[in-house]
């Protein structure tokens, strides 16, 4: 079966500073990889997404996230956040056989501090 | 453009009613999904079409949960006989063509709650 973990369901961080969020999932086969964000009262919105190709996939608004096969791991990052970044981050996988079901993590909230 | 759309925003209902939920694509999507999401959770795959026909329904909890989508356009999620364990928010997404290098765009959800 397959499954997604986001171990922070919180992450506070200070504006400008650099933020990490994580993203680790379970699969037995090959899959591709998405980061979604949820802006307050707003509909989920594609960040980025690995496919294939290079493991460093760059999205909107600065973000980057690196897909580690070994470590089944697919962690975001941005290297300075700002107070507009505050939302809600999802991690989802699909199978490269069964790509239109998407699993998705449970989520972790970003919280940008002055 | 008009992104997706679902209808309606809020759904307050009985245990043991019946709900219909709906959800407007993006004009030319032909692929469109439905997904619930429970407090603190991430979304959960009901259904996926591709045009008219349900190309999986592997996520639909019970025969309780139903969806349409005649016209392979407007899609109507169709719950029946409300539990409280059903109340989440019901998000639907279009993307242009089935397939993983297409984006799905999600609506804004309807947040139904079963008292």
């Known amino acids: 079966a397959q499954s997604v973990t986001q171990l922070d369901s919180q992450v506070p961080v200070f504006e400008e500073a650099p933020v990490e969020l994580r993203c680790n999932y379970s699969?037995?086969?090959?899959?591709?990889l998405f980061w979604y964000v949820q802006y307050p009262n707003q509909g989920l919105q594609l960040l980025l997404k690995?496919?294939?190709?290079?493991?460093l996939v760059k999205g909107i608004n600065g973000f980057e996230a690196e897909f580690n096969k070994s470590q089944t791991s697919f962690h975001l990052r941005k290297p300075s956040v700002h107070i507009s970044d505050t939302a809600e981050y999802f991690c989802?996988?699909?199978?490269?056989?069964?790509?239109?079901?998407?699993?998705f993590g449970s989520g972790t909230k970003l919280n940008v501090k002055p | 453009g008009a992104g997706v759309s679902q209808t309606p925003s809020n759904k307050v209902t009985e245990k043991g009613k019946y709900v219909e939920l709906r959800c407007d694509p993006i004009?030319?999507?032909?692929?469109l999904y439905w997904y619930r999401q429970s407090l603190g959770q991430g979304p959960e795959f009901l259904i996926y079409?591709?045009?008219?026909?349900?190309?999986?329904d592997s996520g639909l909890p019970n025969d309780r949960f139903f969806a349409v989508r005649p016209e392979g356009s407007v899609s109507t999620l169709k719950i029946q006989r409300t539990e409280r364990g059903d109340s989440a928010v019901y998000l639907c997404?279009?993307?242009?063509?089935?397939?993983?290098?297409?984006?799905?765009?999600f609506g804004p959800g309807t947040r139904l709650t079963v008292l």
């Open positions: 997404a279009s993307s242009p063509y089935r397939g993983a290098y297409n984006e799905q765009f």
């Open positions: 699969s037995s086969v090959s899959v591709y």
């Open positions: 690995y496919l294939s190709g290079s493991t």
């Open positions: 989802a996988v699909s199978l490269i056989y069964n790509f239109n079901k998407f699993y």
């Open positions: 004009s030319g999507h032909t692929a």
């Open positions: 079409f591709q045009g008219t026909g349900a190309a999986d």
